[in-house]
């Protein structure tokens, strides 16, 4: 297996599950392309970027490696309603961020956030769909079998 995927599968789990107890899908970069909401512009959604800028890091002990990244959620709600539900989302996405290294899958990877930036608004052009984004750098380390 590869030593991206436990990280990927951290942060995946833990989004999707602080997202969907607010009833929002999320959508894994390179998996499907972005949803063509099938209510319109009233569907809410969350796409997710993680990337790893720092590709290889020398093994530190034996099977343990440190990997730098980076993840993103691109917030989606319908324009014209406020601020208030992506916000809400945000929310829900950095208390998850915050909290990453709590969550309990996979069990062999330990990792934190460096900084959290975000919520940010998008809201230039005709785009039906609101957004905002919530990113942050990490931290990883991996223990490899």
């Known amino acids: 297996m590869s030593m991206y995927q436990p990280i990927r599968a951290r942060y995946e789990l833990a989004i999707r599950d602080a997202l969907a107890d607010l009833g929002v899908i999320l ?7 972005e949803p063509i909401p099938e209510n319109g512009a ?3 959604y969350a796409i997710m970027t ?19 990244g980076n993840v993103q959620v691109n917030i ?13 989302l945000a929310d829900a996405v950095i208390c998850a961020l915050m909290n990453i290294n709590d ?9 934190k ?13 005709q785009d039906p ?4 984004v919530v990113s942050a750098p990490f931290e990883a380390r991996v223990e490899l079998p």
């Open 129 to 132: 769909q609101a957004v905002t």
């Open 113 to 125: 956030v460096t900084g959290i930036q975000g919520p940010t608004p998008v809201l230039g052009g």
């Open 42 to 44: 009233v569907d809410e």
């Open 76 to 88: 989606c709600a319908p324009r014209m309603t406020g601020m208030r539900r992506l916000e809400e």
């Open 27 to 33: 959508h894994y970069d390179n998996v499907q392309e």
């Open 103 to 111: 969550y309990p899958l996979p069990d062999n990877v330990r990792t």
């Open 50 to 68: 993680i990337s790893f800028p720092s590709s290889f890091e020398p093994d530190l002990c034996n099977g343990l490696r440190r990997i730098q």
